[in-house]
C-alpha cells in the first residue's frame, strides 16, 4: 500500500499540494476543524511517500493560500458586520464589472470600489453602463438579502463568494465618469459581431439559435422547456463554457493547423493563444480559466517532450486559482468542474476496462488480415469505449455534487452526453467558422443553416434522453411533511402558493416572473414536486406575470382562470401559451366543487364577470376556499371593499380557518363586516414596502389581534408553511422569524 501510495505522489504531486491548499482556505473561512483535517490527510500522504520536498513546498503552498484567504475574507466580513441591519447612506465610485443585468425596475451589477475596500452590488436605474466603464452615484448601502421562502436561490452567499459586502441602491442615475478603456471597448465590439455572426440567418429567438449561443458562448437560453429537457437528461452542462468546450476548441484549432500544415513547435502557442481566447470571448468564466491553465500546462508537456499527466495539471490550476481568489471553491460551477476532470483522472482507466468488451478484437484473425473496414469498425468501437469511459467517469464525478446542489441524479447522463458531444464539437467547429467567414457576405448565413440541423438534433437527442424511463430522478429535500401548505412571500406585491396533497400539487398564482424563478421555481424544484393544476386569482403580473414559465417548467394539465380576457400583456401571453400546448383555461364558477384529491376541493365564493376587462386587476379577483382535511383556506388575494360588499350580500357561508390575502391598491381589504362573517382565527397577510398602499396597515393589524386573530405579517415573517398535525391541529410557521401559531378543531 505505501508503495502505491509513493506511485501516486510522485506521479500527481501537485494534486497532493492542491489538496492542502484546500484544507488552507477552509480553515481560513471558519471551517477549522474540516480544514485542518484536508491538510493533515495531504501531509499524511505525502510524508508517507517520503516526499519531503513535496511535502515543504505544499505547506508553504496552503500556508499561502490560507492568508490570502483570510486578507480577503477578514475586511470583507467586517464590512458586514459594521453595516449592521439597517444600513447607511453613501456615495461611492468605482469600476463596473462584467455586463449589468436588467429587469424589473432597473440593473444590478458587481462594482469594484475606489474610495472603499472591495465591491457592493450596484442596483441603478436609467440606462445600464458598460462593463469597464467608472461610474458614480449616491444612495444607501443595504445588506444582503436573506432569502424569505423554503428553497429559495440565497442571493447572500451567492454574493459574499463574488467578494461583494452589500448592496448599494442608488438614489438616482449613475454617473458616468470615465469610459472602459479602448481596448475593452474593441473587445466588446468584437464579442458582438461574433454573437450576432454565430446565429446570423436564424431566428434570434428561436430554440435553435438559443442553443447555439447556449453551448458555444454559455448563454442560459430564456426558455425554461429547453433548460428542463436538457436538465433532466443531464447533458445541462453543454450550456455552460467548461473545460469541454475550451478541449473541444483546443481540437479543432490543432484539426485545423494539421490541414494548414503548421508545424508542432508553432501549433502548440497557437492552440493555447486559441484556448485563451475563447476563455476571454465567453466572460473570462472560472471553468473555462481552469480549462485553459490546464491546457497550457499539458501543451508545455509536448513541448519540452515530456508526458505530461492530467491529473498534476489539475494540481497546478487549482492552486493557482485558489491563490487568485479562494472564493471560487465554495462557487457550485468551480466544484462541479473540478470534481468532473478529477473524476475524469481517477476512474477512466477504471470504466475503460468495464467497457473493453465492446472493443475486444476477433480471437482467431490477425490484425494484418482485417482489411480496410474491419479496421475502420474496430477503430470507431475504440473510440467509443473511450467516450463511454470518459462519460462515465464524468458522470460519477458529478454525481454527488448534482445530486446536492440540484437534486437531480440522472444516470442517463451517460450514453447521452456520449451521443450528444459529438454533435457539439461540430456545432461550435461551424460556429467558428461562421464568426471567421463573417466578413464575406453571405458566407455566415450559408453555415449557420447547417448548424440549425446540428442545434436541432441536440434538441432531439436530450428529449429522447429525458423520455427514457428511470433516466433520472429528483431527490426531496426540505419538504415540511408530506402533506402541506405554503404561502410564499415573492416580494414586490406579488402573491403564490403551493399546495401538495395526497400526491397531487397544485399552485396558487405564481407571483411576477422575477419572483416566481428565483423563489417558487426553485423551492417547487427542490421539493421535487411537479404540479399538474394552478389556481389562478386575478389578471395582475404579480401574481400571475411566472405563469407562462409555470406551464413550460411543470407538466401543469389544466388551469383555473378568473377572466376570459384582460388587457394585461401577462395574461394575454399565457393564455397564448396555454393555446399552444393544449392546456385548457378553465373559468372558476360559484357552486362547482375542483376536486384536488379525496380529502381536498377547492370552492369559488366569488367569481368576477369574466369578459368585463374595464375594470383595474384587482377589481378582478376570483376568491376560492380551499378545503383541506377538514381545514378551510380563503385565498383573497388582492380583493377589496367592493368585493366583500358582493360576499356578503350573496348570502353564501363565508366561514373560513384561515385567510390569505393582501392589499387592495385603491381600497381597504379585510373590512370588520367581513372579518365577522368569516370568522378567521389566523390571517397571512401580504406586504410590500413599494408602492405604500401595498404595506400591512399598523392599526388594521392591532385590530385583528383584539379580535384574537392571529396576524401573519409576511415583511416579518416571509413565507408561511402550514402542516396538518396527527392530533387534528394545523401548524402555520414563519420562515424568516420562526414564528408558530398552533389552531385546534
Known sequence: MRASLRRGVERHPLLWAALAVLGAVLAADGMPRVGGSV??????????????????????????????????????????????????????????????????????????????????????????????????????????????????????DWLFRQGAWAVFEANGLAERVKPAPAWMRMGLGVKAGFREAITAGLDPLGREALVIRAMVLGEHPDDDVLSEVFRRSGTLHAFSVSGLHVGMLG????????????????????????MLGYAWLTGMKPPALRAATMAGVLLGGFLIRRRPDLLNALGFAFVAAVLADGHLIFQVGVQLSFGVVAAIGLATGWAAGAYAWIARPEPYLPRSLYGRWRSAWLKFRSRTVDALAVSTSAGIGSLP?????????????????????????????????????????????????????????????????????????????????????????????????????????????????????????????????????????????????????????????????????????????????????????????PGIRYRISGHSWLEILHAPDPRDWSV???????????????????????????TERAMLESGADLGADVIVMSRHRQDSSAGDDFLAAVKPRAII????????????????????EERGIRVFHQGECGAVTLVPGEDDSLELRGFVDGAMFVLHR
Open 39 to 156: 491538510v493533515c490527510v495531504a501531509a499524511l500522504g505525502m510524508a508517507l511517500a517520503g516526499a519531503w520536498r513535496m511535502l515543504f513546498l505544499a505547506v508553504a503552498l496552503a500556508g499561502l493560500g490560507g492568508w490570502l484567504h483570510a486578507w480577503r475574507v477578514i475586511p470583507q466580513r467586517a464590512e458586514i458586520k459594521s453595516l449592521g441591519d439597517a444600513g447607511r447612506p453613501a456615495e461611492l465610485r468605482g469600476r463596473v464589472l462584467g455586463d449589468p443585468v436588467t429587469g424589473g425596475r432597473g440593473w444590478s451589477v458587481l462594482v469594484d470600489l475606489e474610495d472603499a475596500p472591495g465591491k457592493v452590488r450596484w442596483r441603478g436605474r436609467g440606462p445600464a453602463p458598460l462593463a469597464g466603464e467608472t461610474i458614480a452615484g449616491k444612495g444607501h448601502l443595504l445588506p444582503f438579502p436573506k432569502p424569505r421562502n423554503p428553497g429559495e436561490f440565497d442571493a447572500a
Open 251 to 274: 481540437m479543432i484549432a490543432w484539426c485545423a493547423l494539421r490541414l494548414c500544415r503548421v508545424p508542432r513547435a508553432w501549433a502548440i502557442p497557437l492552440i493555447f493563444a486559441a
Open 401 to 589: 455534487l448534482t445530486g446536492w446542489h440540484f437534486g437531480l441524479l440522472a444516470p442517463i447522463s451517460i450514453p447521452a452526453s456520449t451521443l450528444l458531444c459529438p454533435l457539439v464539437f461540430l456545432l461550435m467547429a461551424l460556429a467558428f467558422l461562421a464568426g471567421i467567414l463573417a466578413p464575406v457576405p453571405g458566407a455566415a448565413e450559408v453555415v449557420n443553416r447547417g448548424n440549425f440541423w446540428l442545434a436541432r438534433s441536440c434538441i432531439w437527442v436530450a428529449q429522447g434522453f429525458t423520455a427514457v424511463p428511470g433516466g433520472h430522478f429528483d431527490l426531496r429535500r426540505g419538504r415540511p411533511t408530506e402533506d402541506f401548505l405554503i404561502v410564499y412571500d415573492p416580494g414586490y406585491g406579488g402573491g403564490a402558493a403551493c399546495l401538495h396533497e395526497g400526491g397531487h400539487t397544485v399552485l396558487f398564482d405564481t407571483a411576477h416572473r422575477p419572483g416566481f424563478r428565483r423563489c417558487v421555481l426553485s423551492s417547487v424544484r427542490g421539493m421535487a414536486l411537479r404540479p399538474e393544476s394552478m389556481v389562478l386569482s386575478h389578471p395582475d403580473s404579480g401574481h400571475i406575470g411566472g405563469a407562462a414559465d409555470a406551464l413550460d417548467a411543470f407538466p401543469i394539465k389544466r388551469v383555473l382562470s378568473p377572466v376570459e380576457r384582460a388587457r394585461g400583456s401577462s395574461f394575454r401571453d399565457l393564455a397564448a401559451a396555454a393555446a399552444s400546448r393544449g392546456i385548457p383555461m378553465i373559468s372558476g364558477r
Open 616 to 642: 383595474v386587476a384587482d377589481e378582478r379577483v376570483m376568491v376560492v376556499r380551499l378545503h383541506w382535511q377538514g381545514w378551510r383556506i380563503l385565498f383573497m388575494s388582492d380583493a377589496g371593499l367592493a
Open 685 to 704: 397577510a401580504g406586504h410590500a414596502d413599494f408602492p405604500p398602499e401595498e404595506r400591512v396597515p399598523p392599526a388594521w393589524r392591532r385590530a385583528c
